[in-house]
């Protein structure tokens, strides 16, 4: 892959005024599950995406091209969209990705905290954190919420090598002060202060936000998360809010273990919820082990499930019900989970969660699939004003995509009758491979070759 940090074509570096021609595509709300997306979405075939100073000026239509005064890139044939949003990833296990043979907490023990425990280097958190930011833009996703590791220095990384691209990024020091290894070991206090020198130093600054990290309830103390919880009421004024990621019900195995650890809460959820740990900006991994008074309680608090359907087949853990989910009221939006998932190509991601789903009799669309990974996840970060769409002022992270990639994929292109069937071969079957370019903030940040 190569990154690409000024403007290639007819677009100068800095260039105030650019307009991509192609096939745009984007949604103006939620589409449901209905092939019928009737005033949902918004699709101009070779229309024009008008951006000037880094953010969406307008979408027009074919027949209304703009003046001289827009610099013209020609991406005729291809599709253009919103990039990508991943609402649960974990820079330092590309380290791991694609590991043999372990369900969750084997996985942890053999191959996680190994892996992590070689970012207290400032060096590798660097090398790794420019890494997994580069490669998140090759695969179509622009804006992430990030687990770095318990190591301040590989935040700092991440932090520092998102702003210098602009991205919309979300991350934070991972909190583990229990059942753990030593030398991923932290304490209330220290990590306490740690995260506060974070929040001070980069929370809101730029594109970026902190989000509050317990890695999940077995490796953080009672103390540990009631001082989490304390940090998100201590900034819940300041940009926003922080954010609070972290897993939740998972693997049967795991869910057993925190009813040891905790034996006075009613479930696993209700270990965070007893902290003050569910807020609007909640994102909690997985959430395949749930049961109705949890969803409930979620929907109550605003919280959201960040589903990741690649990590839970290849981890074995089980299968998440979507349906169940939102009957309650709870959002939900895609996740790669790498390295427990597969690829950081939410594509791949949505084509795992068509056929988890459909093995519960549920059947995504398009557009459901497309809209989740787009405005639907950046509803659920509470950024919609910001990312996932085109809507004039948002911010031009863009990813303009190849419809066909090799033969295969431009039969069933010619063969589709309908744009949802175009769009649903699309989303099976294309991959990073079909990543043509990846703008952010209108600066062009990667292109293949």
């Known amino acids: 892959m190569t990154a690409v940090n000024t403007l290639a ?5 800095g260039q105030a005024r650019m307009a991509l021609r192609g096939d745009i595509l984007y949604f103006l709300r939620d589409p449901g599950w209905s092939e019928d997306a009737t005033g949902a979405v ?9 951006i000037e100073q880094g953010r969406v000026h307008a979408v027009r239509p074919a027949d209304e091209p703009p003046d001289a005064s827009w610099a013209r890139q020609d991406w005729r044939g291809h599709l253009v969209m919103p990039g990508f949003i991943d609402t649960h990833v974990h820079a330092p296990q590309l ?14 023990e053999r191959y996680t905290f190994p892996a992590e425990a070689r970012y207290a280097d400032p060096e590798l958190s660097q090398l790794g954190a420019e890494r997994f930011l580069q490669a998140l833009l090759a695969h ?3 804006s992430a919420l990030v ?21 919309r990024l979300i991350t934070g020091k991972v909190l ?3 059942n753990c290894p030593a030398d991923l070991r932290d304490d209330v206090v220290q990590a306490e202060q740690d995260c506060i020198d974070l929040i001070e130093r980069w929370h809101g600054v730029d594109r970026l936000a902190y989000a509050v990290t317990p890695r999940f309830a077995a490796t953080s103390s009672a103390a540990q998360l009631t001082m989490a919880g ?17 897993h939740v019900a998972e693997n049967c195995d795991e869910v057993r273990w925190i009813a040891e650890l905790f034996p006075d809460s009613r479930s696993y959820l209700d270990v965070y919820d007893r902290r003050g740990l569910l807020t609007r900006r909640s994102i909690l991994a997985h959430g395949i082990w749930l049961d109705d008074t949890d969803r409930q309680r979620m929907a109550q608090t605003g919280s959201s499930i960040a589903f990741s359907p690649s990590s839970n087949l290849f981890l074995g853990s089980g299968l998440f019900d979507w349906a169940k989910a939102e009957a309650a009221g709870v959002s939900v939006a895609p996740a790669s989970d790498v390295g427990g998932g597969t690829s950081l190509c939410q594509l791949r991601t949505l084509a795992d969660g068509y056929k988890v789903l459909a093995l519960q009799g549920q059947r995504m669309t398009a557009w459901q699939g497309l809209y989740a990974a787009t405005r639907g996840a950046a509803r659920a970060l509470d950024l919609e004003h910001e990312i996932g769409h085109f809507a004039p002022g948002t911010a031009a ?3 303009v995509w190849r419809w066909a990639e090799g033969a295969v994929q431009q039969r069933r292109q010619d063969m589709a009758r309908s744009l949802h069937e175009r769009l649903f071969a699309w989303m099976l079957l294309a991959d990073e491979r079909n990543v043509a370019a990846t703008y952010v903030l209108g600066q062009l940040r990667y292109r293949p070759g």
């Open 9 to 13: 074509s007819t677009v100068a570096p």
């Open 42 to 50: 918004r699709f101009e075939p070779d229309g024009w995406l008008l």
């Open 95 to 108: 380290d791991v990705i694609a590991s043999f043979g372990a369900a969750l907490l084997d996985w942890l």
């Open 140 to 142: 179509g996703t622009t």
């Open 147 to 167: 687990f770095a590791t318990v190591h301040k220095t590989s935040s700092e990384a991440l932090f520092a090598v998102g702003q210098r691209l602009g991205m």
């Open 176 to 178: 583990m002060d229990s």
């Open 230 to 246: 304390g940090l998100l009421q201590r900034y819940a004024q300041r940009a926003g809010g922080l954010y609070m990621q972290t």
């Open 397 to 399: 992270d863009v990813v």
